[in-house]
């Protein structure tokens, strides 16, 4: 999933805003009817609940994430992903900014 750039695509003008603004991301939606959200959080500490399953790629800065059935929290860097089950809640730490992208379904 490692693209540069993404062709031929609706980006929706508002922006996703969690936890007083320290967590912002924009959603990218697909000609196939996939969609993707880019964003960027800030040093902070966050649980998030799922929808549908999450596919989190790592763009820039580090994430420590406490994943669903797990009790050992994994460090993820530039380059790494982590999928995220539907209908669950995963928990992050972040000590400087990280970039992201998370795929859905």
Do not use: H
Request: charged letters at 25%.
């Amino acid at each position: 999933m490692s693209e540069d750039r993404f062709e031929n695509v609706t980006i929706v003008k508002k922006a996703n805003i969690y936890y007083e603004g320290q967590v912002t991301s924009r959603t990218v939606l697909f000609p196939d009817g996939s969609r993707r959200t880019l964003g960027v959080m800030l040093a902070g500490e966050y649980e998030f609940g799922t929808a549908e399953r999450e596919l989190m790629e790592v763009l820039a800065g580090e994430m420590k994430v406490l994943l669903p059935g797990s009790e050992e929290w994994q460090v993820f860097g530039p380059g790494d992903s982590f999928a995220v089950p539907a209908d669950s809640s995963f928990k992050l730490v972040i000590d400087g900014v990280a970039d992201y992208c998370c795929s859905y379904g």
